[in-house]
């Protein structure tokens, strides 16, 4: 009869009699000890987050969770390398490895970002390391040539994709909701012209549009309140666009889009815009941006900065950085008064769209899923599942208050050529230019 392989014997302490240890039992044991091992490691991590209510598989199927409730997603990690690199850094390679299907969110994508979110977000409130690293962070600097390089890395992926998901006049912004069951084309439509009444733009005037997207902005100001606009962009395929819209729409003679650098800007002007541009600047450049402003606007010169915003400064989490946005650096309303206050700006309002982006946020990922074959189409999977999470965080991020969308008008200090009340926003027929009959 064959006896059981057995791996060397161990002493019984007891008896000093050798009792045969079978092979499987000690490969039992030693993986007990590695599940304890990668048990322990994943815990941590867990309470490290701030111990969100998920589930965690592994690729055996040893299940993992700090909760006892129901979890709101299980969380499959599909081998022992995608743990180790999730353990070491949870923000960098969470991303990485849902884009490479090495991890998988069994459950509604969503849900776990909002319930990881929360208690990531008051774990990490106003952590003193990151407002320290914040002055020195900018992995891929907006130089002359890196911003070039940065912006073709986002924008210069094909028009063909952006149109799947954006609205027809292709607005890459935040929109402007009247309410919460505003469409999003009239969404858009609201926000152009909430910008514009905020500039008080009038006929014949000259404005001077900082990264003009696809566009949109530049045509409407000129077609609808009739002023004159210069718009700069260094993104190749947008400013194609745009120029073949002008041309479509007949505003050739109106509007002028140039390729190049916000920094080469040249003239004097009515008005300064700038929305969707100031997250690419970074912050080692806001100065330059106000000697640009403050070159180019007429003593009479009014402006608005539209720019996705952090409470205090902190560096863009790191997978977007990387794979999304290289370059961007959202700032705080500190670091924005740097464009301002060394060249006696005078802000005039600050408003916060924060619920608004969430609101066009909710509507980009229902088209980017409407539409989700034709994207696997284009790229491949990785793509697809990054831009997938990509768009979901940053609505959950809007949504639970980590990210901010300010607009910001300012103008020359001594301009009394202002309004006495923001009613000229929702009743823009009755805006004045002139002095107010109030002032002190």
Same mark, same amino acid.
């Given at each position: 009869m064959r006896q059981e392989q057995t791996e060397p014997s161990e002493k019984s302490i007891s008896g000093g009699i050798d009792y045969p240890v079978p092979a499987r039992e000690q490969r039992r044991a030693l993986g007990n000890m590695v599940f304890a091992t990668e048990k322990l490691l994943l815990t941590k991590m867990l309470r490290a987050i701030g111990n969100p209510p998920v589930q965690l598989v592994l690729w055996n199927g040893h299940e993992i969770s700090n909760h006892q409730d129901n979890p709101v997603a299980r969380i499959l990690i599909r081998d022992r390398g995608a743990l180790f690199k999730l353990v070491i850094d949870p923000e960098l390679y969470f991303g990485e490895l849902y884009s490479a299907q090495r991890i998988e969110v069994q459950g509604n994508l969503l849900d776990f970002l909002e319930a990881v979110y929360r208690v990531w977000l008051l774990r990490n409130r106003g952590k003193i390391g990151k407002k320290q690293l914040a002055p020195f962070y900018? &992995?891929?600097?907006?130089?002359?040539t890196g911003a070039r390089r940065n912006i073709h890395h986002h924008y210069d992926i094909g028009n063909d994709f952006y149109k799947l998901w954006l609205d027809e006049r292709m607005l890459y912004t935040c929109a402007y909701f009247p309410s919460p069951g505003t469409s999003l084309e009239d969404a858009q439509l609201a926000k152009l012209d909430h910008v514009c009444r905020k500039l008080r733009l009038q006929p014949g005037e000259k404005v001077v549009e900082a990264g003009c997207g696809w566009g949109a902005l530049a045509l409407h100001m000129a077609e609808h309140y009739g002023v004159k606009v210069t718009a700069y962009n260094i993104s190749g395929e947008q400013v194609a666009f745009a120029r073949q819209r002008a041309h479509a729409e007949g505003l050739d003679g109106q509007?002028? $889009?140039?390729? %190049? %650098?916000?920094?080469?800007?040249?003239?004097? $002007?009515? &008005? $300064?815009?700038?929305?969707?541009?100031?997250?690419?600047?970074?912050? %080692?450049?806001?100065?330059e941006l106000g000697e640009v402003i403050d070159r180019s606007l007429k003593d009479s010169g009014r402006g608005l900065i539209h720019s996705i915003g952090l409470n205090y400064p902190r560096p863009m989490d790191a997978w977007t950085e990387r794979n999304i946005f290289p370059g961007a650096c959202p700032p705080s309303l500190a670091q924005m008064m740097q464009i301002f206050e060394p060249f006696d700006f005078s802000v005039l309002d600050v408003e916060n769209l924060r619920l608004h982006y969430a609101k066009t946020l909710e509507h980009w990922l229902q088209r980017y899923e409407d539409n989700v074959d034709r994207v696997t189409e284009m790229f491949d999977p990785a793509f697809v599942r990054a831009w997938r999470l990509y768009l979901a965080g940053s609505l959950t991020a809007f949504k639970m208050g980590g990210m901010q969308l300010f607009q910001v008008t300012f103008a020359r200090a001594g301009n009394n050529h202002i309004p006495w009340t923001r009613q000229y926003l929702y009743e823009p027929q009755d805006t004045s230019l002139g002095e107010s009959d109030g002032k002190l």
């Open positions: 900018d &992995a891929r600097r907006n130089t002359l509007v002028e $889009f140039i390729e %190049d %650098d916000y920094r080469n800007v040249r003239g004097e $002007f009515d &008005a $300064f815009v700038s929305v969707g541009m100031l997250e690419h600047v970074g912050t %080692d450049h806001y100065r």
